[in-house]
């Protein structure tokens, strides 16, 4: 793909990847402020909300990694009309 062709980005792709991003950093705010929040003893409920919006984040953020890979095998297998299979091309036996 990187010999010259220009890539087409999934938009949707792009989308579920930033957001995906903004989703764990958002959690990381959310778990100081129950860990802040909550009495002694009770910060592994600050933990494991932290761990549950990360792994949601890494699923989310896997999803787009898919959509732009298969977008990617849809552009690469997409042949020019220059590129198509010429009988007359090959060798004589």
């Given at each position: 793909?990187?010999?010259?062709?220009?890539?087409?980005v999934n938009a949707v792709a792009k989308?579920?990847?930033v957001y995906a991003i903004l989703n764990a950093i958002a959690w990381v705010f959310i778990a100081?402020?129950?860990?802040?929040?909550?009495?002694?003893?009770?910060?592994?409920?600050?933990?494991?909300s932290f761990a549950a919006g990360l792994v949601a984040s890494f699923f989310i953020y896997c999803i787009g990694e898919g959509l732009q890979l298969l977008q990617d095998?849809?552009?690469?297998?997409?042949?020019?009309?220059?590129a198509r299979f010429d009988p007359e091309e090959l060798p004589d036996l």
């Open positions: 793909m990187n010999n010259g062709e220009s890539t087409n989308i579920a990847k100081i402020e129950l860990y802040d929040n909550l009495r002694l003893g009770q910060g592994w409920i600050a933990f494991f095998i849809k552009d690469g297998t997409r042949k020019p009309k220059e």
